[in-house]
Each structure stands twice: as structure tokens, then as C-alpha cells.
């Protein structure tokens, strides 16, 4: 079911994820993945050919150790990804636990979105494995009746979440304003500057001929600017700067970031000109200043932005958290491992 296992995890065709909590993410994509996995080839799997073993019932339905096996994989792959070897037992045992928290959580969810109503339950899960189909036509591992069950999970835990309030829930523009006011000392930033740049490779051994050329190409492309060409476009055909691309835009960077002569025009030059050619450990380059921010507290309206992101996913997970431990207070929740 490789190709379901795909399309599923798609935020085009199945609908937006909850990316909002971190241990939310089993409800959309990983979810899926272990629902239309029934081979789990993984440190927790047993043999293929046995009857699938319960790892935990909840409310008296089962969750199957082959339903939590693709969940620990997946979080061991991001391990070895990130440079794990061998993982000891206690670690392995540690990922099993949280995942079988992860798929409880989905249950209860699940269980408690079945008591909702919704009028067009039916035509929307029709309508998305229409899709399905549609992009899965010419291939044999689409099962439009397992998407459907799997569709039909997903819409109803979204209604769920919705209906509660733990889909995205945003707090008042004030308590914001009101953390940046208590913390202003944590906001601060020295001077900086946001600049654009065309560079000519020079090598540090290069021969008389070769820094002769590297001169040619500056200054033509330093003329082609001056004659009003749009700098994202000469950076484009003339920079060696892996920046090019981008126009030659490198950001904002504080001072010291840039080799000395770099800093010194862009911490001196007027905003918006274009610099004489200068040479650093680089080659050669010409500069243009886009703007500057002075040092000291970051204006509010700069860093609203940060700071309700920040403060939003604290609270949906702190409502999330307090609304999945009344669910499994009324439960009855058994675990086999």
C-alpha cells in the first residue's frame, strides 16, 4: 500500500493536518501509514503469518502491535537519520511507549468523535476518494475501501478537534502584547544590517591573468547596476555567490558576521547605494546597503509574530494535554506491553 500510504500524507488531498502539537501529528499521516501497513518489518513486530498481538485496549477496542510497529520505525529512522547507531533496548522501549500513548490518544478521540453528527459525512469522504482514484488510476496498490475507513477517522476527528476548540486555538491579542511587556529584556538585538551583493571569485593563488578578468567582470556588473539594470538580475548572470539566485540578498547579519571591509560598508553606507568595488578573502564585491536596524529592544509589532507562535503552541498544547487526561480519567484503558 505504498502508494495509499503516500497519498494519505498529502495536505492536498486529505485535509489540513494538525501540525499545531507535536504529539498530534499521529492523527493525520503517521496515523494513516500504520493504518494501511499490515507487514511491519521493525524491532517491535512479531512474525507476519501470526495473528496480529493487542499491545492495549481502550474501552474494549484493541490496538494491535502491527498498528504500533510503522510508529516506533518512524521515529527510529529519524534517529539513525540524525546520527543514532545501534539503539539500546531501553531506548527502543522508551519510543514504544510514547507511540502507544500517541495511538490511546487517537482512540479516545476517535471514539468520542463518533458520537458527532455530520449531515455530509458520506459526500465528503466520496468526494476525497474521488481524488484518490482519479490520482491513483494507473495503480494497483490503491484500495478505495481502506481509504475510505481512513477518510472517514480523519474527518471525524477534525470535527472533533474543531467542535473543542484544540484544532488551532489562538489567545487574545493582549496576552501577547502583555508577555513582550514583561520580557521586553529578553527582545533585544544589536545593529544590523540587511544587504545584497555581486561576487567575482578571486583565488588567493590566482595568477595576474585570471584577477585581471575577475576585475573585468565587477566592474561590468557594478555599470549595469549604476545604468539602472535591477540588481536581483545582474547578481543572477554575474555572482558566484551561491546568494546569486536569491538575487545576491544575504539577510540580515550583525556586526562582525562579514569579513571586516564587508562590515564597514555596510555598517557606513547610506542605504540604497551602490558600493565602490572592495576585495576580501572572498574576491571582489559590490554592495548595495537595503536596510538597517538599530540596536536595542525589537519593536512590538516586529516580533508579535514570534512571540504568538510561540505562546499559541504552548497554550493548544497545554489544552490539548488537559482535554486528553479527562478523556482517559472516564476510560478504561488496558496495556499489554
Known amino acids: 500500500m505504498k502508494y495509499l500510504k503516500s497519498i494519505l500524507r498529502n495536505d492536498r488531498v486529505v485535509m489540513r493536518p494538525f501540525a499545531f502539537f507535536g504529539f498530534m501529528w499521529i492523527v493525520t499521516g503517521s496515523l494513516f501509514l500504520s493504518a494501511t501497513n499490515s507487514s511491519a518489518g521493525s524491532q517491535v513486530a512479531g512474525n507476519e503469518n501470526e495473528a496480529p498481538a493487542v499491545v492495549a485496549k481502550v474501552n474494549g477496542v484493541q490496538i494491535t502491535l502491527d498498528e504500533l510497529a510503522p510508529q516506533v520505525d518512524k521515529d527510529l529512522r ?20 510514547e507511540a502507544l500513548d500517541k ?8 471514539q468520542e468523535a463518533q ?15 474521488d481524488e484518490l482514484k482519479e490520482q491513483a488510476a494507473d495503480n494497483k496498490d490503491f484500495n478505495p475501501k481502506q481509504a475510505k475507513q481512513i477518510l472517514r477517522k480523519k474527518i471525524l476527528i477534525d470535527e472533533y478537534m474543531a467542535l473543542n476548540e ?21 527582545f533585544t ?16 593563488d590566482a595568477k595576474p591573468e585570471e584577477k585581471v578578468e575577475a576585475r573585468k567582470k565587477i566592474e561590468e556588473a557594478r555599470k549595469l547596476v549604476l545604468d539602472k539594470k535591477p540588481f536581483k538580475e545582474v547578481a543572477i548572470e ?8 536569491g538575487g545576491g540578498e544575504l539577510g540580515y547579519n550583525e556586526r562582525g558576521y562579514m569579513p571586516p571591509l564587508y562590515d564597514e560598508v555596510a555598517f557606513s553606507q547610506k542605504v540604497g547605494e551602490l558600493s565602490e568595488i572592495i576585495e576580501t578573502e572572498h574576491g571582489l564585491h559590490i554592495i548595495e546597503v537595503v536596510d538597517r536596524k538599530p540596536a536595542g529592544v525589537v519593536p512590538y509589532d516586529e ?6 507562535k510561540y505562546l499559541n503552541n504552548r497554550h493548544a498544547k497545554k489544552k490539548v494535554t488537559a482535554h486528553v ?13
Request: glycine share 4%; aromatic share 10%.
Open 166 to 186: 484544540l484544532d488551532d486555538p489562538q489567545l487574545p491579542e493582549k496576552v501577547i502584547m502583555d508577555y513582550y511587556e514583561k520580557n521586553k529584556q529578553n
Open 103 to 110: 495511538l490511546i490518544t487517537v482512540e479516545l478521540f476517535y
Open 78 to 97: 529519524k534517529y539513525v537519520k540524525y546520527g543514532m547507531r545501534e539503539p539500546d533496548d531501553g531506548f527502543v522501549k522508551k519510543l514504544r511507549q
Open 238 to 245: 554575474y555572482s558566484e555567490c551561491n546568494s546569486a539566485s
Open 325 to 337: 487526561n479527562g478523556l482517559k480519567e472516564k476510560a478504561k484503558i488496558e496495556i499489554y506491553l
Open 303 to 308: 516580533i508579535k509574530g514570534f512571540i504568538g
Open 115 to 129: 458520537r458527532i453528527e455530520i449531515d455530509d459525512l458520506e459526500t465528503r469522504i466520496v468526494e476525497k476518494i
Open 189 to 204: 538585538r544589536k545593529e544590523s544590517a540587511r544587504t545584497r551583493h555581486i561576487l567575482v571569485e578571486v583565488a588567493v
